[in-house]
């Protein structure tokens, strides 16, 4: 059973920091790789990194990169995303997902996801 459960969002001025975390289940730690995705305000998700089942593969969108780091830990599955250096764009709703494949060329696709957790609130504002 494939269950995703978000939390860490909250408001921080930009430049601040913050750390979300998505608890899965110990099947979804297992089989799948998990996707951060942003939706900001009206728009649809738009991936933001991705972590294969064994970290081995990890992807992230041009924007975030040197800014933001995906990482997993097995021992209490969960997927974190270490989000540095928040820009007022950054802001909107993070999701995680799940995906049965690894991280491919499609990884940022939210159509190549077919589990999602609800959600949590990220706002960085001044």
């Known amino acids: 059973q494939v269950q995703l459960v978000e939390s860490g969002g909250a408001t921080v001025q930009p430049g601040g920091s913050l750390r979300l975390s998505c608890a899965v289940s110990?099947?979804?730690?297992?089989?799948?790789?998990v996707g951060w995705f942003h939706q900001a305000p009206g728009k649809e998700p738009e991936g933001v990194s991705c972590i294969n089942v064994r970290g081995s593969t990890i992807s992230y969108r041009d924007s975030v990169k040197g800014r933001f780091t995906i990482s997993r830990d097995p021992a209490k599955n969960t997927v974190y995303l270490q989000m540095n250096s928040l820009r007022p764009e950054d802001t909107g709703v993070y999701l995680c997902?799940?995906?049965?494949?690894?991280?491919?060329?499609?990884?940022?696709?939210?159509?190549?996801?077919?589990?999602w957790g609800q959600g949590t609130q990220v706002t960085a504002s001044s």
């Open positions: 997902a799940a995906r049965m494949q690894s991280c491919g060329p499609t990884w940022s696709s939210s159509s190549a996801y077919r589990y």
């Open positions: 110990k099947h979804t730690m297992d089989y799948y790789a």
